[in-house]
């Protein structure tokens, strides 16, 4: 009488064997949903903290619950690591292991997509945790599973990122088997490639101040062969999600900016646009009904804010179909500028700022003006990266990575009517989910180890120069 | 010795009557014990003259438990010269058909005393005995005090006594099983009407346990509690389950005020992790479906408490052994009622109906206005600015605004005009509406010898406090048997329920928690009246379809109540039919297929079409039609005989078969093309479907053995074995047993004590296996949707699958005691119980590092011990009619994770805003985990700046469960009026209430109303020391209020939203009077009892500053959640019952 239950207990509503290509699109996805926008409420890293500490956006209300004060939401912590690891990074895997030599799918075009997607993710995640679990990380159902995966310092998980980037630059080939459900490239390897060796080059020049002769052999050996290293070497091959207009697949800062009016500019990108007399605040800002621009304080009291009559966010970024930017064409070339500012790189540094500027520019619709090198006050670590700054709006995290990592660009003084928690230190990094003190408590305290310092948001990460 | 003697069990009369009668030789019983036996079994009175029952007459057939009383008497009394004839109530009355005495006329129908001793006859007395409604009772016993003088009662219930002049001021005793004996000074009165108050405190009192078998309850081993069906339809709630709480030691209910809601029963105390911790319902042997959704109901809140008979609560594992794996948890066993014993065809008519209003009313403040920084003005909805300028507070949801002192303001009603800032300190009611249920059922009723039937038809209307939320139900209820030959007899049972609802949707009261505490919600019912004033302030690009307070993050409820409904229709069929045979006088054999099958659909419509920034929000609804099913297939063979003449045997073994089919199949449309009109069809975007299917199978075999000693020690064997579909095809065979004991001490010792009527013992010890849900042994992939509306995408399910699951185990033990004073006036039962299940088949948390949430485990233990206490009483019981009966029980419960499973410490069964409800190591089920402010080596909390600092990670905040659980129920009667009421107690048990927190951070609450002008300072301390070296000293730093309680926001901190969960609550309260007979005037009508009843009439006693803390926000496992719920409501109203 009990013949036929394993038929009955086969699972109807799901497959148990599944195709790399309809585990890649939802992977990538997730990573550059989290990265760019995402769109619910006490998770949105970018659009509620980074964009805000980074003094991109301000916020009119909860400005005290939600992040711009520098308390944030414990889930956003939880939600930017449990999505990443659970949704992204482990499909990726998932893909390496059907397309790795010899399996079902073999084949080296997803499994080098997936190594840079991986790379990518990892790199986000270690960037604004410090310390993550990497190496043990992803094997739950390993043959050898790991429950309870130990945490790698950041140098390590650097130098694993480097060398998969590496590997996944030599796995693609745009003669290779064809890929389905790219959603991010349509299937382009040649734009994998550079967007591979893009990537390289800015983990390399993130860590060139503590591993200077490492990372200048990487961006040389890159920089110095653009046949076997393609790198984005123009806007169209800028590594950015495409988004149609249809439910789940917009463009996430429409999806928030376009229901809730909780954000302002914030006064020092408007202050600096102005004192520019940058168009690309036509772009990133709307002006008031008078036609100017205004920005808004961050950190002030609710009623503070109330005061304010501020420029709210450019109407490019309420587009469904705006992009989301996971690297530019310009980031590609202030990498260049900075790394040759620092002799880590050939090159003239100022040929690649004004570069990097006109890309920019170009990227936004815009034409840098003739004398706007005039304008930035020669070529510093600080004009590079201000106007890096400047370009990674909307590339929140990005933007505050660079600033942690370099202390550009210089912030002004905080508002009299501001109230800022966090002791008042910008946040260095967000404290780990508390779901790893319950269930992965021995490992964390390792990782806090590594992390040379208290798990809050005043620690200082490993790259910072 | 009386020419007549009664044989009425436990009445004195009988002991007059009977001798010793144990002479029985060989296998041939006598009449006169077989007699006992019957009423015995059946808990009926048999009388008859001694004359005609020869204590020597064997008897041609012995008792057949599964046959009726009636059915036996026949067999019993076959080929004899007497015939009985069925009396009243429980009473039988035997004669010789010899003597062709026709029935005397009542006045003068009496048995009396042989003249022989008799001297002289110095008057006659004549009387009527009635029962509380008004009902003869005949075989009623009469006794002279402290004489051998007696009678009985006839068939309508009177009697007639000759009195001699040998007794000075006698004194009547009047008794009849089951009702309380009175003592009635005769003096001179001749004629008597006397009234017996019936007595719930029977002794030998009849359950039904597992598979509708019904026992002697002194004969078993386990604890059982039964709720009589009146007590469920008086004082109603729509859903049954809630009228178990406070009334069943043991059994906790959180209900909700919803209309058509659920309720989340747990027996006991949670033995499982992750499963289904609510009992098993049985409606006459059928299982109901008890997990689903809180909102939309289930079982328990469909079936009408108008055909309920009696519910039956089966606590431990060893009361359901043989109902399977799911009966862990308990068993509730509703048996309906049916047209057995009826003569003829009986009406019974009943009506209620109640008014709600909400319960408790949070403390508000009534002095600021919405909006923020001490400003209240109305722009465009949102932080728009008006023309000269001036910025709005209309998009801040908070009240932290100006003084609402009467100065001009504009307002979302006016602007941009200027009206008078006011309070409104009345619009927490003028929110809610009347809430109203009305019930009317109507049965009909009547049997033969061969069969019996009862058809009832019931409507429930309710609407609900909050307008535009309903609910209706109609049930259709048919129990019938027939006897198709005499050993072959049929049963259908079943009950069709149709029901559903305009609008299950509501908003709670978010409203009151992000809100402006100025809203006039009177005029936001009738926003249309200033709708077209308030399009003039609609920002460019924005369109509303309804005026608002505000239009950045809420939408009008009432609107959303009118037209964003979510609608559904239900049809439901719960029933069975049975067979039952005779194969001889011990053997019987029962087929019975069951099933309960239910479909619904849902229609939920999400939002309507606006705009907002220039953007069009489309409007979209959802579909849903969920199909489930459980049909369950026995074969039971009943063997029963008396070994020897101490010892008896009854032996079940059967089979089941049980198949479960769910399916649920839904549609999003998520663009409308023509907004309002609700069909598949009118899609403008690719619509999003989804289904899931789940199916599963168990094979049962099971057998139980009771042996019984002299009636008076009872052992009780049980053991099944299940094959489940769920688990891996090598390890899906799984076997669990039970032995339960019972001793009744007084028969044992045969103690005859004035004080001590009865004392038993129990003990019990069994298993119960589960298996596994569906689906759970094979890793899988999920589908994500489509990407840009032409890519599917997959991915991996984030919870590790496990091959080699076994099935888990609970083990219960318990002992109790069961002790009754004074004959039944007074009575005690005690149980201690300690229940074991180990290894819980649960999806464990891991790191998420692991590219996984949860893996699934066979895993951890988890005990619950407790103690359970009934208490009964009648202290009152005049001559006069007046009677005070009173009840109280006890529960506690102790339950602890003992383990989990490997390297494993905690199981996190709920979270909220990163606050967790774990089930942790070494730790109750429950504990709930989160930030808490730091505090100094004194205890106190630590403030910088003047506000309250949170210490790192996280700590144990508290526990849902309670300390205990209790009630007190006391009824009064006096002639035919009477007072119910019931207390009903929960103490202890930790909420996370962020709805509360959330309303003093957005300055609702009238503590939030201090200092804003001046600012407050938080009590607690500072340091002035170094971190190192901290030095305390009292904090003294003025804050300012809207800081202080942004500081105590849940969300984050959540130690501020943990809040006491005790309540003491006046459950019930009815006063009931029963028409007298005489007052009725005709045959037409039998009895009518009308009463006004009252539920959930004050809250007694609780700890929670502003709401009653009897919340359920999340459902099932995730208890002691609260945001918003709709307030738990009064209701109060009138009952009437009727019967014809």
């Not at chain 2, 005090?145 to 000075?168: A, P, Q, R």
């Not at chain 2, 037209?563 to 053997?587: C, M, Q, T, W």
């Not at chain 2, 185990?809 to 201690?832: M, N, P, Q, S």
């Not at chain 2, 028409?1075 to 809250?1099: C, D, E, H, W, Y």
């Amino acid at each position: 009488c009990t013949k036929d239950f394993e038929e009955i207990n086969t699972d109807p509503n799901n497959p148990v064997s599944i195709s790399p290509s309809l585990l890649l699109p939802n992977a990538i996805q997730v990573v550059v949903d989290r990265y760019w926008g995402h769109s619910t409420r006490y998770q949105r890293l970018n659009i509620d903290a980074a964009m805000c500490w980074i003094q991109h956006l301000s916020r009119n209300i909860y400005i005290n619950a939600e992040g711009d004060s520098y308390e944030i939401p414990l889930t956003i912590s939880s939600g930017t690591w449990n999505s990443i690891y659970n949704e992204s990074l482990i499909n990726f895997e998932r893909v390496k292991s059907l397309t790795a030599a010899g399996a079902e799918y073999e084949n080296a075009n997803y499994l080098g997509i997936a190594m840079t997607m991986q790379s990518f993710s990892f790199a986000y995640l270690t960037d604004v945790f410090g310390p993550i679990p990497y190496s043990e990380s992803l094997k739950g159902t390993a043959e050898e599973a790991i429950n309870s995966p130990a945490y790698d310092s950041m140098e390590e998980v650097y130098a694993g990122i480097l060398a998969d980037l590496m590997e996944a630059n030599d796995l693609l080939s745009t003669s290779g088997p064809a890929v389905v459900g790219d959603i991010l490239f349509n299937g382009d390897i040649m734009k994998w490639k550079r967007f591979t060796n893009s990537l390289a080059l800015r983990m390399a020049n993130r860590q060139a101040a503590k591993k200077p002769a490492e990372s200048s052999a990487i961006m040389t050996q890159i920089l110095s062969d653009p046949v076997k290293y393609p790198i984005i070497e123009n806007n169209a091959q800028a590594a950015e999600l495409t988004h149609f207009d249809v439910i789940g697949s917009r463009n996430k800062m429409f999806d928030v900016f376009s229901t809730r009016s909780d954000w302002n500019i914030s006064t020092t990108l408007i202050n600096k646009l102005l004192e520019l007399d940058d168009e690309r605040i036509t772009v990133y800002a709307q002006p008031l009904d008078d036609g100017t621009y205004a920005g808004l304080p961050n950190g002030l009291t609710d009623a503070a804010a109330g005061t304010f009559n501020a420029s709210r966010i450019g109407l490019k970024y309420l587009d469904p179909t705006a992009p989301s930017v996971l690297m530019t064409y310009a980031e590609v070339e202030f990498i260049k500028a900075e790394a040759a500012l620092d002799g880590d790189i050939e090159g003239d540094a100022s040929a690649f700022l004004e570069s990097a500027i006109k890309a920019s520019f170009h990227q936004q619709g815009l034409t840098m003006p003739s004398d706007y090198m005039s304008r930035i006050g020669g070529v510093t670590k600080e004009s590079i990266m201000t106007q890096k700054w400047i370009a990674l709006f909307g590339q929140g995290v990005e933007a505050w990575n660079e600033y942690r990592r370099t202390g550009y660009p210089v912030m002004s003084a905080p508002h009299p009517s501001s109230v800022f928690s966090n002791e008042g230190v910008l946040p260095t990094r967000i404290e780990y989910p508390t779901s790893e003190y319950s269930l992965n408590k021995t490992n964390l305290d390792e990782g806090v180890s590594k992390l040379g310092g208290s798990d809050n948001m005043r620690t200082p990460l490993w790259w910072v120069e | 010795v009386l020419a007549l003697p009664i044989s009425a069990q436990g009445q004195n009369l009988t002991q007059f009557a009977k001798g010793p009668t144990f002479n029985v030789k060989s296998e041939n019983k006598n009449l006169e014990s077989t007699l006992k036996e019957l009423e015995d079994l059946y808990a009926i009175s048999i009388a008859y003259p001694t004359s005609i029952v020869d204590p020597y007459t064997k008897i041609p057939a012995a008792i057949n438990s599964k046959l009726t009383a009636e059915e036996n008497l026949q067999r019993i009394l076959k080929g004899s010269q007497i015939n009985f004839r069925k009396g009243a109530g429980d009473f039988y009355m035997l004669e010789s058909s010899q003597t062709q005495a026709p029935i005397a006329p009542a006045n003068n129908f009496s048995y009396q005393i042989p003249t022989a001793t008799v001297q002289n006859i110095e008057r006659t007395i004549k009387g009527v005995v009635l029962d509380d409604d008004q009902v003869p009772i005949p075989g009623a016993s009469i006794l002279i005090k402290g004489t051998m003088n007696g009678t009985v009662t006839d068939i309508d219930g009177k009697f007639s006594l000759t009195l001699t002049d040998e007794t000075e001021d006698p004194i009547l005793m009047v008794s009849f099983i089951g009702f309380t004996t009175q003592e009635i000074t005769v003096g001179s009165t001749s004629m008597f009407t006397i009234e017996l108050a019936s007595s719930d405190l029977a002794l030998n009192e009849v359950v039904v346990t597992a598979f509708g078998l019904e026992r002697d309850k002194k004969a078993l081993g386990y604890s059982t509690q039964s709720v009589d069906g009146s007590a469920l339809t008086e004082s109603r709630p729509s859903n049954v389950a809630n009228s178990l709480s406070g009334r069943v030691a043991g059994v906790q209910v959180t209900g909700n005020s919803m209309p058509g809601s659920g309720a989340h029963v747990v027996i006991r105390g949670s033995s499982s992790v992750a499963g289904n911790n609510q009992p098993l319902v049985v409606v006459d042997g059928v299982p109901l479906e008890q997990t689903s959704s809180r909102q939309y109901g289930n079982g328990l809140s469909e079936i009408s408490p108008d055909n309920i008979k009696e519910m039956t609560i089966l606590k431990g594992a060893t009361a359901a052994a043989l109902y399977g794996s799911r009966a862990a948890n308990g068993v509730i066993m509703v048996t309906t009622k049916n047209g057995a014993g009826s003569k003829g065809i009986g009406i019974e008519f009943n009506s209620n109906m109640t008014m709600d209003n909400p319960l408790v009313k949070p403390n508000f403040q009534n002095t600021y206005g919405g909006g923020s920084g001490y400003r209240t003005w109305y722009v465009d909805g949102r932080n728009g600015f008006d023309a000269d300028g001036i910025r709005g507070t209309a998009g801040v949801d908070e009240s932290w605004g100006a003084p609402m002192d009467g100065s001009l303001v504009p307002l979302w009603y006016s602007a941009p005009e200027r009206v008078p800032l006011l309070p409104q300190p009345n619009n927490w009611e003028d929110f809610w509406e009347t809430g109203q249920s009305v019930t009317n059922t109507i049965a009909l009723s009547g049997g033969n010898d061969q069969g019996s039937f009862r058809v009832a038809i019931g409507r429930l209307d309710q609407t609900s406090i909050m307008a535009d939320n309903d609910y209706y139900r109609n049930n259709f209820k048919l129990n019938t048997s027939y006897k198709f030959v005499p050993k072959l007899q049929m049963s259908v049972n079943a009950e069709y329920i149709k029901s559903g609802s305009d609008n299950r949707g509501f908003t709670g009261s978010q409203d009151f928690i992000w809100a402006h505490r100025h809203t006039d919600y009177t005029k936001l019912k009738n926003w249309e009246d200033y709708y077209d004033i308030q399009r003039q302030t609609f920002r460019p690009g924005d369109d509303y379809p309804y005026a608002n307070w505000q239009h950045e993050y809420f939408s009008n409820p009432f609107f959303n109540q009118k037209y964003l409904p979510s609608s559904n229709e239900k049809d439901r069929l719960v029933g069975s039919i049975a067979l039952n045979y005779d194969i001889n006088e011990h053997f019987s054999i029962m087929a019975r297929s069951g099933t309960d099958y239910w479909s619904d659909t849902r229609i939920n419509i999400n939002s309507a079409e606006s705009f907002k920034n220039n953007v069009k929000r489309f409007g979209s609804y959802t579909e849903s039609v969920l199909n489930s099913q459980e049909t369950n297939s026995d074969v039971i063979l009943t063997f029963d005989k008396d070994l020897f003449p101490r010892l008896s045997l009854k032996i079940q073994a059967g089979a089941n078969n049980r198949v479960n089919n769910y399916k649920s199949t839904s549609v999003n449309v998520g663009q409308l093309t023509i907004d309002g009109l609700y069909n598949l069809g009118n899609y403008a975007s690719p619509v999003t479907p989804s289904s899931t299917i789940r199916k599963q199978v168990v094979n049962s075999v099971f057998g139980s053995a009771q042996f019984g000693f002299n009636n008076y020690l009872f052992l009780d064997v049980t053991g099944r074995n299940d094959w489940s579909s769920t688990l891996p095809t090598n390890n899906n065979s799984f076997f669990y047993p039970s032995v339960a004991l019972s001793a009744v001490l007084t028969d044992i010792f045969n103690v005859q004590s004035d004080i001590l009527s009865f004392a038993k013992i129990r003990g019990s010890i069994a298993q119960v296996g589960n298996d596994a849900d569906p689906y759970l042994l094979n890793q899988v992939y999920s589908s994500e949707g489509l990407w840009a509306g032409t890519t599917p995408t997959y991915a991996e399910s984030n919870e590790i699958a496990n091959r080699t699951l076994k099935p888990e185990i609970t083990t219960g033990k318990e002992v109790g005691l069961d002790l009754r004073f004074f004959e039944g006036r007074a009575g005690i039962d005690f149980t201690y119980y300690h229940q074991s299940t180990v290894n819980q088949i649960l999806a464990v948390s891991i790191s998420t590092a692991s590219g996984y949430s949860s893996q699934i485990l066979n895993a951890g233990e988890i005990t619950n011990q407790g103690i359970e206490l009934t208490i009964n009483a009648t202290p009152i019981n005049t001559a006069s009619g007046f009677s005070w009966y009173s009840a109280f029980n006890f529960a506690r419960n102790r339950n602890k994770v003992v383990e989990l499973a490997e390297g494993l410490e905690n199981y996190i069964l709920a979270t909220q805003n990163s606050l967790t409800s774990e089930a942790r190591v070494g730790q109750p089920y429950g504990t709930l985990y989160g930030r808490r402010y730091e505090r100094s080596p004194e205890g106190e909390i630590i403030y910088n700046n003047g506000l309250p600092v949170l210490e790192s990670g996280t700590h144990i905040l508290g526990n849902i469960q309670p300390d205990w659980i209790g009630g007190w129920s006391n009824s009064f009667a006096y002639k035919g009026l009477e007072l119910n009421m019931l207390i009903d107690m929960k103490m202890g048990g930790d909420i996370f209430d962020v709805g509360t927190g959330l309303a003093r951070k957005t300055g609702q609450y009238a503590e939030t109303a201090i200092g804003r002008e001046e600012g407050v300072i938080g009590q607690g301390v500072k340091n002035i020391g170094t971190s190192e070296e901290p030095v305390y000293v009292p904090n003294d730093v003025i804050a300012s209020a809207g800081t202080f309680w942004n500081s105590q926001n849940p969300r984050t901190y959540h130690e501020s939203g943990i809040f006491d969960g005790t309540y003491v609550k006046l459950r019930e309260l009815s006063v009931g009077y029963v028409f007298p007979k005489n007052f009725l005037g005709n045959k037409f009508i039998q009895t009518m009892k009308l009463s006004f009843v009252g539920r959930n009439l004050a809250m007694l006693y609780k700890n929670h500053p502003h709401m009653d803390p009897e919340v359920d926000d999340k459902g099932g496992n995730g208890q002691g959640f609260s945001y918003g719920e709709m307030p738990s409501t009064r209701n109060l109203g009138f009952n009437l019952h009727v019967t014809f």
